[in-house]
């Protein structure tokens, strides 16, 4: 009798914990949402394979129902050490995406190339810690994504190594849209 107790007890237990981990996920599913539009749009620094070797890219999730126009990527390279560059290093760069992400579907854009002429293209090995903003707009509205910060180890072209930094960072100024689009606003008046 007594174990008949304690599978039951164990039983509602697991019922519970299952109850409240759906409610947990659905809550959550609602708050990731960019305000009350509805878009469900996730910019992410990841990783991608190209050319057989590993790639640091945004990935550009688009779970929502609607059309996400990515317009660029802004990267700030802070702490860099690096020798024999070819050219002096602007440690910031925008790279301009101008591209569609269709409903429910994903884009990785590489950024090793922005990263590289960032650091005034290095020769040799080459460290930085990476901060970078998304800037995309859903229907008429526009949106800001900072993305995580990064600590970077590349040689020229290629990924040596890549872990998160939560301690390092640079703030963003938000703009209400990408800097070239507000010059043709002000040209147009």
């Not at 007890?9 to 947990?24: E, I, K, M, N, V």
């Not at 790639?55 to 059309?67: C, E, G, P, Y």
């Not at 703030?171 to 070239?180: A, G, H, N, R």
Request: hydrophobic share 45%; net charge neutral; aromatic share 12%.
């Amino acid at each position: 009798m007594d174990w008949f107790f304690g599978f039951r007890l164990f039983a509602g237990l697991l019922l519970a914990g299952a109850l409240c981990y759906f409610a947990f996920r659905i809550w959550r599913g609602k708050v990731n949402r960019a305000g009350d539009t509805g878009i469900d749009f996730h910019p992410t620094i990841g990783f991608a394979r190209q050319d057989a070797f590993k790639s640091i890219a945004v990935l550009l999730f688009n779970k929502s129902d609607d059309i996400v126009w990515t317009e660029e990527i802004e990267i700030v390279l802070t702490e860099l050490e690096a020798n024999q560059q070819a050219t002096t290093a602007s440690c910031h760069e925008v790279l301009k995406i101008r591209q569609a992400v269709p409903a429910h579907d994903m884009l990785p854009i590489s950024l090793v190339e922005t990263i590289y002429n960032a650091a005034g293209r290095p020769q040799l090995r080459y460290s930085c810690v990476m901060s970078s903003v998304v800037r995309y707009r859903a229907g008429e509205e526009w949106f800001e994504e900072p993305m995580k910060i990064y600590r970077l180890k590349m040689a020229g072209l290629t990924v040596s190594g890549a872990r998160q930094d939560s301690k390092a960072g640079h703030t963003f100024k938000p703009q209400e849209k990408p800097l070239d689009l507000q010059a043709v606003d002000t040209k147009s008046r």
